[in-house]
């Protein structure tokens, strides 16, 4: 069965500075792979998702994100942040055979400051 | 953009209570799920459904029944809370079986039994 895990429980980085955000999938064959922010009081949103050809996947509001096959990785990357970012921030994995069942990682909750 | 409502926003029972949580997507879209989010666990899945009448077991279902009554409403049935079912419960509905479908999440229900 596919999992994923996010090391990063909280991540906090001034207003400006550039963002890594940190995602470990495990699955043995090419996964399906996404990431979702949560702002206060709602519910998920997609960012991007990747599951075939270029590794580095575009996705709103200046996200990338860079699949690696050989680290078992989908880290989450931002040039430049937004205090507007600060939310808390989903990886998530769904297997090729599995149809629709998507797994989710703990969550990593950014925080921006000014 | 798809639309996916979920009712009640906040609910407080007791031990022992009988919950309906209902969940209502605008889309048609085929797949609903009901995931629950707890700290340092993320979303979990309880139970998903690819249609009326169909239902499929998630990852952690103990304690729950659901039902998809139609292609728009799915209902989380808790019929004997227990204080570990204290938690935020997420409804999500997806277009198609491909497994790179994004998710549709709706604002979530807050669950506290005492």
């Known amino acids: 069965a596919q999992s994923v895990t996010q090391p990063d429980a909280r991540v906090t980085v001034s207003e400006g500075a550039s963002l890594q955000l940190r995602c470990k999938y495990s699955y043995s064959a090419t996964p399906y792979l996404f990431w979702y922010v949560q702002y206060p009081r709602q519910g998920l949103q997609m960012l991007l998702k990747y599951y075939s050809g270029d590794p580095v996947v575009q996705g709103v509001n200046g996200f990338e994100a860079e699949f690696s096959k050989s680290d078992s990785s989908f880290h989450l990357r931002k040039a430049s942040v937004h205090w507007s970012d600060s939310a808390v921030y989903f990886c998530?994995?769904?297997?090729?055979?599995?149809?629709?069942?998507?797994?989710f990682g703990q969550g990593t909750i950014l925080k921006v400051y000014l | 953009e798809a639309a996916v409502t979920q009712s009640p926003r906040n609910k407080v029972t007791v031990t022992g209570g009988n919950v309906t949580l209902s969940c209502r997507q605008t889309?048609?879209?085929?797949?609903m799920y009901w995931y629950r989010q707890d700290t340092g666990h993320g979303l979990r899945l309880i139970h998903y459904s690819y249609g009326a009448g169909n239902l499929q077991i998630g990852d952690v279902p103990d304690g729950y029944k659901a039902t998809r009554t139609t292609q728009e409403d799915f209902f989380l049935l808790l019929e004997l809370a227990s204080p570990s079912q204290t938690s935020l419960y997420f409804c999500a509905s997806s277009d198609a079986a491909n497994s790179n479908e994004r998710l549709f999440f709706g604002h979530g229900t807050k669950l506290s039994v005492l």
């Open positions: 889309n048609s879209h085929n797949y």
């Open positions: 998530a994995v769904s297997a090729t055979s599995s149809g629709q069942k998507l797994v």
